[in-house]
């Protein structure tokens, strides 16, 4: 069988704009440049989660289409087409057909692709998509406004459940209540900054770029259980043993992580997504197991049928750059001491010499974490 052919390489220029001047697409606001941004999240056509080895063939293809690509690990990216687009003389929606076609073929993955004029209305699209399709947002006014105005207040991103609560109480359920609410009262609820992103997301307003090559500022793990599990101790067992690799794997890059997030995922292919900001920032394996089990238990999954649950370690940092409250607690200082010797030991004699005293049962073992 002969290979398929390789597309031709990504033009040289990805901002689409000629050196040393601005065009009317750059000088307009985000919500009126034309669609550009695509919101790519890939998924097995079984719909098995994406591997770390298949990810990284799917972020090449879309290297051949672009270089200004954002990865979202596991299973998204983030891309500006914009550079694209005259090269390959299709529009944005002609773009995302040849990336879904292609990966499809070569790679049997299905993409759901969002196509917006920023990464926002891009994500958003892409979460309104059916699976492995793919759905534009218009960049004129009024359509980015009806697409975004019947979306609940948790819809934009940014917007977590503790913020969405907040604006709920004041009646802001809605996109188009919050578009409709006066900066300043928006900014007195949330606070200034807050509130003034929260105000211009709702106008589809996002002037985050596209960043390519982003340092790392997130790092996950993600456990399977072999049958769809209903007992909550062996999900703590999962939690605990995902917990301790991501510290070992947080310390050994020298960072530690400000906040945790828990994702479960069911047996009818649905999800819950819970993050928790962490006392201060850390890599200590007990802490971030103390911040797991606190997720966990704050879902209150009673006859839940789990299928896999996965932490994630955000809001990265440099260890160095990182403040650590000392205490005087000689239970506390045995602790680190005690994990410091497990990392030596499992640098000389590898990741599984020590693990921890309760493992998972029944289940897989956990996926290698993976860094964003």
């Not at 890059?253 to 069911?266: D, K």
Request: with cysteine; proline share 9%; glycine share 8%.
């Amino acid at each position: 069988m002969n290979p398929a052919p390789k597309p031709p390489a990504a033009p040289p220029d990805p901002s689409g704009a000629s050196t040393g001047s601005t065009g009317a697409a750059d000088a307009a606001p985000p919500a009126a440049r034309p669609p550009a941004t695509l919101h790519v999240r890939f998924r097995a056509a079984d719909d098995t989660p994406v591997s770390a080895a298949r990810y990284e063939q799917l972020l090449n293809l879309l290297a051949q289409f672009t270089p200004v690509i954002e990865a979202l690990p596991p299973d998204a990216a983030l891309a500006d087409v914009r550079g694209a687009l005259r090269y390959f003389d299709r529009d944005a929606a002609g773009i995302a057909e040849l990336i879904r076609l292609r990966a499809l073929a070569w790679y049997g993955m299905r993409c759901t692709i969002g196509i917006g004029a920023n990464p926002l209305l891009a994500r958003m699209a892409a979460q309104t998509a059916p699976p492995g399709e793919i759905r534009s947002v218009p960049s004129d006014t009024g359509s980015v406004a009806s697409f975004l105005a019947r979306r609940p207040a948790s819809a934009l991103y940014g917007v977590g459940p503790a913020t969405a609560r907040t604006l709920c109480a004041y009646g802001l359920d809605s996109v188009e209540r919050i578009a409709a609410a006066p900066p300043a009262t928006l900014q007195r609820i949330l606070g200034a900054k807050t509130g003034r992103a929260v105000y211009e997301r709702a106008r589809g307003i996002d002037p985050t770029p596209v960043t390519p090559n982003a340092a790392a500022r997130s790092m996950g793990a993600e456990h399977r259980f072999l049958h769809d599990e209903l007992d909550p101790v062996r999900r703590r067992h999962a939690l605990l043993s995902l917990a301790d690799d991501l510290g070992a794997r947080l310390r050994a890059s020298g960072q530690v992580a400000r906040t945790l997030t828990l994702t479960v995922r069911y047996a009818d292919r649905s999800t819950t997504t819970r993050s928790r900001r962490l006392d201060g920032p850390t890599a200590h394996g007990p802490a971030l197991t103390g911040a797991a089990y606190a997720l966990h238990a704050a879902l209150g999954l009673q006859r839940a049928r789990v299928r896999s649950v996965a932490l994630r370690a955000e809001d990265l940092c440099r260890a160095e750059l990182a403040a650590r409250q000392l205490t005087f607690d000689p239970v506390d200082d045995k602790a680190y001491r005690i994990e410091a010797a497990v990392d030596r030991a499992r640098a000389r004699f590898g990741p599984g010499a020590v693990r921890p005293a309760a493992k998972p049962v029944g289940g897989a073992a956990p996926r290698s974490p993976r860094s964003r």
